[in-house]
C-alpha cells in the first residue's frame, strides 16, 4: 500500500564557508497517508542531486538512515552519507542549476518512494564565500541568512529584502516556485494598528515602472488565477481580475472556464458603486441577477423570509424559531399577530382544505384554570385606542357557512352579545334554507335563564324528564306515565 510523505519543512545549512560545500543540513517532517506524524520511527533516505533541471542527471547519491523525533521530524547531513554514486566534493555548484531529491522508505528497508524535488539555492552563499573575506552569508540553524542588506535579482540596487527586475522583453514569470506536493506563499504581518495588513498587491501603469505614465479605463491592473495541467498544457482557469472604470475607479471581475484550454468567461462582477452582477456586466442594483436564484435563505430588510436562521425548511416543512410573527405589525407580541388595515371585514385569517378542516388548540399544566380558549376581544373605536361598546354589541361568534346555490351563504352559529348592564349573553340561532336570514333559536340571558324562542322541547328516552330541586335541597326527576299523567320520582341531585 503507498504511502503518502508530506515534505512539510526544509532547510539547508551550508557547513565550509570559505570553499564549496562539503555538506548541507536537511530538515524534513514525515507523515503518513493520513497526514499523521510518523514519530520515534527508524526511516530510510536515499539523497540524489541532479544537475541541470528538475529531471535533470543524478551527479551524486547517498543513503541514510534516521530517526523521526517525537514531532516527526528527521535531520540528515547531505555529503556524510552512505555514497551510491558519484563523488560530493567534485560537484561544480557554481556551473550549473542543481536540484535535491528527497525518497524515502518509512519502514527503513531499501524499497524508496518520491518525496519531492527542489531547487538547491546553496550556490550564491558558496561561490560568495570563495570571492569574499567580508562574508555577508552567513550559516544559522537549518538554513542561511544574508546579513548585508537587500538581495536584488537583475537589479544592483535593491529597495526591498528582496527586488527582482525583469528583463520586460515579454510576460515574464518574474518569480515562479514549484514543489510536487502542495505549494502556499505565505505573508505574515503583526501590529496593533487596524490599517496594517498581510497583503497581496499588484502595481500596473502604462509606460514602464522606471517611468509610468496613466493607465486607461478598461486596463487590466491585476489578477489572481489558477491554471490546471490538461491535455499536456498548463491551460487558462478560473480567475479574479481587477480592471479600471470609465472614471478610472476600479472594478473586479469572476471568471471561469468551461474546458480545458477555453476562454475565461466572466461570470460575476462588482461594479464601482459597488453592485454586484451575476451574468450581468452593467448591473443597475445592488445585487442584479440574469437567471434564476437558489437560495436556502432570504432577508428582506433584514428579515428573514425563508431559509436557515430564523426561518428553517425541513421537507415540505417551514418553521420560524427566532421569535414572534408578525403580518401587518413589525413589534408582534404573540406568536403569531396578524393586523388588518381595518378598512373593510376582512378575514385575517383564512384556512381552507380539500377535506375535513380543523384548527386544533392544545394546553398543559397542573393547574384547573387553564384552558385551551378561543377567544374574541371586541371594542368600540379602534384596537390602538378602544372606547366602552354599548348594551345590544355583537361581542363574538361561532358559525359555519354551507356552500349551496352557487355560494357560500349564512348559517347556524352561536353569537355573544352585551346586555344592559354590560353584562354578555348567548343566542343560538338557524337558517331555514340556503341563503335565509339566520333566526334566533334560543337565548342564555345574563342571569342563566334559558328561553327557547318557538318550538317544543322533545325528551325522547323513556324515563328521562326534567330534573328540579325542591326547597329542602332535594332533587326530583318528572316524567309522564302513559296516561300523560305527571310522574314525580326522588333522585339523587346529580353535580
Known amino acids: 500500500m503507498r504511502l503518502l510523505l508530506i515534505l512539510a519543512i526544509t532547510f539547508y545549512t551550508?557547513?565550509?564557508?570559505?570553499?564549496?560545500?562539503?555538506?548541507?543540513?536537511?530538515?524534513?517532517?514525515?507523515?503518513?497517508?493520513?497526514?499523521?506524524?510518523?514519530?520515534?520511527?527508524?526511516?530510510?533516505?536515499?539523497?540524489?542531486?541532479?544537475?541541470?533541471?528538475?529531471?535533470?542527471?543524478?551527479?551524486?547519491?547517498?543513503?541514510?538512515?534516521?530517526?523521526?523525533?517525537?514531532?516527526?521530524?528527521?535531520?540528515?547531513?547531505?555529503?556524510?552519507?552512505v555514497i551510491v554514486s558519484g563523488l560530493f566534493s567534485s560537484i561544480a555548484w557554481g556551473l550549473n542549476l542543481h536540484f535535491v531529491k528527497i525518497e524515502m522508505d518509512p519502514s527503513g528497508g531499501s524499497t524508496f518512494e518520491l518525496v519531492g524535488v527542489s531547487q538547491l539555492l546553496s550556490v550564491p552563499y558558496a561561490m560568495f564565500s570563495q570571492t569574499s573575506g567580508d562574508e555577508k552569508w552567513d550559516s544559522v540553524t537549518g538554513g542561511i541568512n544574508f546579513k548585508g542588506g537587500n538581495v536584488g535579482i537583475g537589479n544592483t540596487t535593491p529597495i526591498a529584502n528582496i527586488d527582482i527586475v525583469g528583463t520586460g522583453a515579454s510576460n515574464a514569470s518574474v518569480l515562479t516556485t514549484r514543489n510536487n506536493w502542495s505549494n502556499s506563499i505565505s505573508n505574515y504581518t503583526s501590529g496593533d494598528q487596524g490599517f496594517l495588513q498581510a497583503g497581496f498587491l499588484g502595481f500596473r501603469s502604462r509606460g514602464t515602472w522606471q517611468s509610468p505614465t496613466n493607465i486607461v479605463a478598461g486596463d487590466r491592473i491585476g489578477s489572481f488565477g489558477a491554471a490546471g495541467y490538461a491535455n499536456g498544457a498548463y491551460s487558462t482557469g478560473a480567475a479574479m481580475e481587477m480592471y479600471t472604470g470609465n472614471s478610472l475607479g476600479t472594478y473586479l471581475t469572476f471568471?471561469?472556464?468551461?474546458?480545458?484550454?477555453?476562454?475565461?468567461?466572466?461570470?460575476?462582477?462588482?461594479?464601482?458603486?459597488?453592485?454586484?452582477?451575476?451574468?450581468?456586466?452593467?448591473?443597475?442594483?445592488?445585487?442584479?441577477?440574469?437567471?434564476?436564484?437558489?437560495?436556502?435563505?432570504?432577508?428582506?430588510?433584514?428579515?428573514?423570509?425563508?431559509?436557515?436562521?430564523?426561518?428553517?425548511?425541513?421537507?415540505?416543512n417551514v418553521s420560524y424559531s427566532a421569535g414572534n410573527v408578525g403580518i401587518g405589525t413589525s413589534s408582534p407580541t404573540s406568536n403569531l399577530e396578524i393586523i388588518g388595515s381595518g378598512s373593510s371585514n376582512p378575514n385575517l385569517l383564512t384556512t381552507k382544505n380539500n377535506s375535513t378542516n380543523a384548527i386544533s388548540n392544545y394546553t398543559s399544566g397542573d393547574q384547573g384554570f387553564l384552558q385551551a380558549g378561543f377567544l374574541g376581544f371586541r371594542s368600540r373605536g379602534t384596537?390602538?385606542?378602544?372606547?366602552?361598546?354599548?348594551?345590544?354589541?355583537?361581542?363574538?361568534?361561532?358559525?359555519?357557512?354551507?356552500?349551496?346555490?352557487?355560494?357560500?351563504?349564512?348559517?347556524?352559529?352561536?353569537?355573544?352579545?352585551?346586555?344592559?348592564?354590560?353584562?354578555?349573553?348567548?343566542?343560538?340561532?338557524?337558517?331555514?334554507?340556503?341563503?335565509?336570514?339566520?333566526?334566533?333559536?334560543?337565548?342564555?340571558?345574563?342571569?342563566?335563564n334559558v328561553t327557547v324562542q318557538t318550538g317544543d322541547i322533545l325528551i325522547n328516552t323513556i324515563n328521562s324528564g326534567v330534573i328540579m330541586k325542591s326547597p329542602d335541597g332535594n332533587c326530583w326527576r318528572m316524567t309522564v306515565n302513559n296516561a300523560g299523567a305527571p310522574v314525580f320520582a326522588s333522585i339523587t341531585c346529580p353535580l
Do not use: C
Open 14 to 81: 551550508l557547513i565550509g564557508l570559505s570553499q564549496s560545500p562539503n555538506s548541507f543540513k536537511y530538515q524534513s517532517v514525515l507523515r503518513d497517508k493520513s497526514g499523521l506524524l510518523i514519530v520515534d520511527k527508524t526511516v530510510s533516505v536515499r539523497v540524489s542531486i541532479l544537475q541541470s533541471k528538475i529531471d535533470g542527471t543524478t551527479i551524486y547519491a547517498e543513503t541514510h538512515s534516521a530517526k523521526t523525533s517525537g514531532s516527526g521530524i528527521i535531520n540528515l547531513e547531505i555529503g556524510k552519507g
Open 383 to 448: 384596537w390602538q385606542s378602544p372606547t366602552t361598546i354599548v348594551a345590544g354589541d355583537r361581542i363574538g361568534s361561532f358559525g359555519a357557512a354551507g356552500y349551496a346555490n352557487g355560494a357560500y351563504s349564512t348559517g347556524a352559529a352561536m353569537e355573544m352579545y352585551t346586555g344592559n348592564s354590560l353584562g354578555t349573553y348567548l343566542i343560538f340561532g338557524t337558517t331555514a334554507t340556503p341563503g335565509a336570514t339566520r333566526t334566533e333559536r334560543m337565548r342564555i340571558s345574563e342571569s342563566g
Open 255 to 316: 471568471g471561469t472556464t468551461s474546458t480545458p484550454g477555453a476562454t475565461r468567461t466572466e461570470q460575476m462582477r462588482i461594479t464601482e458603486n459597488g453592485n454586484v452582477g451575476i451574468g450581468k456586466t452593467n448591473p443597475a442594483y445592488n445585487l442584479d441577477v440574469a437567471g434564476t436564484i437558489n437560495a436556502s435563505s432570504l432577508l428582506i430588510n433584514g428579515i428573514s423570509v425563508v431559509g436557515s436562521s430564523p426561518w428553517n425548511i425541513s421537507g415540505s
